[in-house]
């Protein structure tokens, strides 16, 4: 099991511009997360699909933020345009299903100059 | 409320000593509490977890228990090792799918 799959790992650039995260969960999994963690906010939950539905994006910070899930293996996180306060390790996580452990991707560092 | 309390937020330990951490949540209703190990710029990992019909749980050398009734949970490290050098979180479910995390803890194994 190659586990959940996330790109780029590192990620530098400039305000204004769109940042695009990608995140493959692991195979069979119904229930993706994308999370922010920033030493002083910790791990904030952004967006939670279940099947590829968007079921709780309360935590996504404002509209330059979108997040899709056109296919079960897929699943993408926008910032458009990208500001420096939005610097921080996204993390995407998948689950068998929801309240069923959580297995996290490697991470994006995304620094926003 | 939401909100999870992790302490410490640092603990240094000599090597083969063990470690404790202490999380309580105020949610009546959370059923599910697992526990991350975080290493430097690496992803967080599930290391263990417990459900809310369980008191107890252990897997060689970590041990969670759960007191339902005061709403608090631990985690156990016994004969720490180097490695086990990490930042551990707790967290707690919140309804059907969330997870609000404890502020973490940083360990340090001491050789």
């Known amino acids: 099991d190659a586990g959940v799959i996330q790109s780029p790992r590192h990620e530098v650039t400039e305000m204004g511009q769109e940042v695009t995260l990608r995140c493959k969960p692991i195979s069979g999994h119904n229930s993706l997360f994308w999370y922010r963690q920033t030493m002083m906010r910790g791990l904030e939950l952004l967006i939670y699909f279940n099947n590829n539905v968007p079921i709780d994006d309360s935590g996504m910070p404002e509209d330059r933020f979108s997040a899709k899930m056109p296919n079960a293996s897929f699943s993408t996180l926008k910032i458009q345009p990208s500001e420096p306060r939005d610097s921080a390790v996204y993390f995407c996580a998948s689950s068998t299903d929801s309240n069923q452990p959580q297995h996290f991707g490697d991470g994006t560092r995304l620094s926003i100059l | 409320g939401e909100n999870v309390e992790q302490h410490p937020s640092t603990l240094s330990v000599q090597e083969g000593d063990s470690a404790v951490i202490k999380c309580t949540y105020s949610?009546?209703?959370?059923?599910?509490f697992p526990w991350y190990k975080q290493e430097l710029g690496k992803r967080p990992q599930l290391i263990i977890d417990i459900r809310s019909n369980v008191g107890e749980k252990k897997d060689q050398r970590i041990a969670v228990t759960l007191n339902k009734t005061a709403k608090h949970f631990s985690l156990h490290i016994t004969e720490t090792q180097p490695e086990d050098s990490a930042v551990y979180f707790c967290?707690?479910?919140?309804?059907?799918?969330?997870?609000?995390f404890g502020a973490g803890t940083t360990v340090t194994v001491r050789a």
């Open positions: 967290a707690a479910s919140i309804g059907d799918y969330k997870l609000s």
């Open positions: 949610d009546s209703a959370s059923n599910y």
